[in-house]
């Protein structure tokens, strides 16, 4: 590592034409003409000006660059999620109380859990009397056409719902189907 440090934080060196390493004969085609030859395999040495007083700079520079990166991606990330994902925030109800509790049963497959919440919440907003008269009517339907979770497969493709770390009388419902 410190090599690598080094060699982009020293000045190159530099051998005056004609000298041993560097004379006529020696010189490979296609190398740069002029005043010095140049030993880095960088092509132009006046597009990088190292600070030769700090090696470590260099690298603290790297690092906040890949950082700042990293967070750009982040961000970036959180907003193409955020138009694909319905997001609800609900008042509590034993529904999305049962919801949130539902744990995966087969570690190999990740959308199980899922599709358990998506049937919990679903039966529980049909029974529950808070839910309007014409939303249980459809969620019942929706039940009764899907009695396995096999069926939601390519349909459901996320689904969560956890309380809120402020107000815990509110819960944050997100899904995605297709």
Same mark, same amino acid.
């Given at each position: ?44 040495? $006046?597009? &990088? ?7 470590? =700079?260099a ?23 955020? &138009?694909?994902?319905?997001?609800i &925030? ?14 995966a =049963?087969?570690?190999?497959? +990740? ?11 679903? $039966? ?7 839910? +309007? ?38 819960y ?7």
């Amino acid at each position: 590592m410190e090599a690598w440090v080094k060699q982009w934080t020293e000045p190159e060196q530099r051998l005056p034409k004609g000298s041993s390493s560097a004379s006529s004969g020696s010189r490979a085609k296609g190398s740069p003409r002029g005043r010095y030859q140049y030993q880095s395999f960088r092509s132009d040495p $006046k597009r &990088f000006k190292p600070n030769p007083t700090s090696r470590l =700079q260099a690298v603290e520079n790297l690092s906040k660059s890949t950082a700042n990166l990293a967070k750009q991606t982040a961000r970036t990330v959180a907003t193409l999620v955020s &138009f694909a994902i319905i997001t609800i &925030f609900c008042p509590t109800l034993e529904a999305l109380n049962n919801a949130s509790r539902v744990v995966a =049963q087969d570690p190999t497959d +990740p959308l199980e859990v899922q599709y358990q919440r998506w049937g919990c919440l679903s $039966k529980g907003l049909a029974e529950d009397p808070k839910t +309007p008269s014409e939303f249980q009517q459809i969620l019942r339907a929706h039940v009764a056409a899907v009695p396995t979770p096999d069926k939601l497969k390519g349909k459901l493709l996320h689904c969560h719902v956890k309380q809120t770390f402020r107000d815990s009388e509110l819960y944050l419902v997100q899904f995605k189907v297709s």
